[in-house]
């Protein structure tokens, strides 16, 4: 099986001894987007997982499936028809119920774009627009761009992985703030999604 990322590895790797040593460490880039999901799962999904351990949003997205037998995922009528108290039994708290029915709400009013359409919308773009979401964030849209549009050149700076694994790879006192994270990252471009990847991946020193 080919390695598709050995061309980002190899970029990454002669940035510096401290990149190459940790990413001969690791070895080769294993990440695995969830190729065309479409942008309101995704977000609905990465909004069970924020602020919570993987497990714990394993769980709540496994109660909510749980809710609509029938379907592979609940389609956005029936997220917005969902009442609150079902909802709420999943594990989301209120916050979270009401921004994953803005988001069903939003993808029937038609801003919250098909995977084609979100294919050919660029980055910027496309964060621009769902920003506007209640408890949509940078972030959240970030991850919809690494793992379902597959987007290879995204550095999600708000992200405490990312600048904690960068502080750990260079020995520093204190992580980096968003804004440096993002200067710092230029020179990774156009592999910062898979420089995340190794990001993130980095154990303590």
């Not at 009401?98 to 050919?120: C, K």
């Not at 999600?156 to 440096?180: I, N």
């Not at 156009?190 to 995340?196: F, L, S």
């Amino acid at each position: 099986m080919p390695d598709l990322y050995l061309p980002a590895t190899q970029f990454l790797a002669a940035i510096d001894d401290d990149w190459r040593r940790h990413i001969d460490a690791v070895g080769p880039c294993l990440h695995q987007p969830h190729a065309a999901r479409d942008p309101y799962e995704s977000l609905v999904r990465a909004i069970a997982y924020q602020q919570l351990h993987a497990r714990a949003g394993d769980a709540i997205v496994g109660r909510l499936l749980a809710l609509y037998p029938q379907d592979s995922f609940p389609r956005p009528e029936q997220i917005v028809a969902t009442d609150f108290d079902h909802l709420r039994a999943c594990g989301f708290s209120a916050s979270k119920i009401a921004t994953i029915q803005g988001i069903a709400q939003a993808t029937l009013d038609g801003v919250v774009p098909d995977y084609a359409t979100a294919l050919a919308m660029t980055d910027e773009a496309l964060i621009e627009r769902l920003v506007t979401l209640r408890g949509v964030g940078r972030w959240t849209v970030e991850m919809l761009l690494i793992y379902s549009l597959e987007r290879p050149d995204i550095l999600p700076a708000d992200d405490f992985g990312v600048r904690e694994g960068y502080r750990r790879l260079k020995g520093l006192e204190v992580q980096p703030t968003r804004k440096q994270m993002i200067d710092i990252g230029l020179p990774w471009s156009p592999y910062r999604t898979v420089a995340a990847w190794y990001l993130w991946r980095v154990s303590g020193k």
